[in-house]
């Protein structure tokens, strides 16, 4: 059950006791979004990101959703990748594969992972074109403002840095604003080489989802969620704003232990005993 939710200029906070809770109910968001997803549109194109938030979705692989959720319409892909191969430890898709893929009755042809086999840039610049076949055949939405892809939901987990996808701080590919998905070659945090949606693509989804979770994060989720600074205008995770869509940030309450929404609530709760 969630601890405290309400909505700020950054979008919905909800806060969660326990990184446990965190999973339980945002597996039922996601299942949520895949239903009114299918029944919309027909379909429910997901883009996934590495890290924490993989094993924050297991609850998905159990009762009641390995039943309910209608998987064969569901169309996976990546926000932002490692250039390896796809059997290596750092890979996103083998992570996700691991862990909820493998686990789940999905068609193996609507997993969308990187071509391994290629260059960062000829792997960016071939998913964006197989990408733009799926936004012609309307498999996953257009944007009604650019001709961007509207996903249905974007996953993103948040380094301690800001980082969301391969989106780090002061990197030149923040102002990207052609291209759906671009590389670098230099990321701060191995593997150097990674592929990943361009902000215009994460501000263009339906729903944005960041999940973040433990005491690590809370000081840069205070920067990111609190207007506190001007330093804090260069954290990706503060350029996230879907203009036509939801954003909610899934939290545990270590991660929310600093944001003034937080801090609030504790002092509410405290007055009233
Ligand atoms: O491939 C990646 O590295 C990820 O997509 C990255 O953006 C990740 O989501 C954050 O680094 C948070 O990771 P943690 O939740 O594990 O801290």
Sequence with gaps: MSRSGCHT???????????DEVA??????????????????????IALS??????????????????????TKWYIFWADERVVPK???????????DCLLSKVPLIPSHVYSINDSLSAEEAASEYEFV?????????VGVSEINDCPKFDLILLGMGPDGHVASLFPNHMILEEEDEWVTYITDSPEPPPERLTFTLPVINSASNVAVV???IGKAETLHLVIDDVGPDCSVLPARMVNPGNGNLVWFLDKLAASELEAFKCTEQEGKSRK
């Design 9 to 19: 200029e950054r979008g919905e906070l909800r806060i969660y006791e326990s990184s």
């Design 24 to 45: 339980t109910e945002l597996a039922d968001y996601i299942a949520e979004l895949s239903e009114v997803s299918v029944k919309e549109r027909g379909f429910f194109a």
């Design 50 to 71: 590495g890290g924490s938030l993989i094993s924050l979705m297991r609850k998905l692989c159990g009762a009641p959703y390995n039943k309910t959720v209608d998987w």
């Design 87 to 97: 059997n290596h430890a750092d890979s996103n898709y083998k992570l996700a594969k």
């Design 131 to 139: 990408l733009r076949q799926l936004v012609k055949t309307r498999t």
């Design 212 to 214: 973040v979770t433990g």
